[in-house]
């Protein structure tokens, strides 16, 4: 049984950082590329970070440039988004997602709240 489990989400302080993580289980996680999504109340759900199955490369939405740094450990299964600077416009449900690199399949986590607030 596939399992994506995010955890490091709460309350923090604008300016302040909070690291995510997601633990992977039930799938060979070096053959799945792997992002971050966020879904903010009454907004669509948007791509923050991506990274390749090896991590040669990664990429992310222009409004969290300079700020986020998305890695991962193949050898633990995790998937790490460390968030700086954060701002209010940040707060949203984090979803850890993994796409393989060749076939259509993807799984999902069940999310962990962010929220910016002072």
């Known amino acids: 049984q596939v399992q994506l489990v995010e955890s490091g989400g709460g309350l923090v302080q604008p300016g302040g950082s909070l690291r995510l993580s997601c633990v992977v289980s039930g799938l060979t996680f070096s053959a799945y590329r792997m992002n971050w999504y966020r879904q903010a109340p009454g907004k669509e759900r948007e791509l923050v970070a991506h990274i390749t199955s090896t991590s040669y490369f990664s990429n992310y939405t222009d409004s969290v440039k300079g700020r986020f740094t998305i890695s991962r450990d193949n050898a633990k299964r995790t998937l790490y988004l460390q968030m700086n600077s954060l701002k209010p416009d940040d707060t949203a449900v984090y979803y850890c997602?993994?796409?393989?690199?060749?076939?259509?399949?993807?799984?999902w986590g069940k999310g962990t709240l962010v929220t910016v607030s002072s």
């Open positions: 997602n993994a796409k393989h690199r060749f076939q259509s399949i993807d799984y």
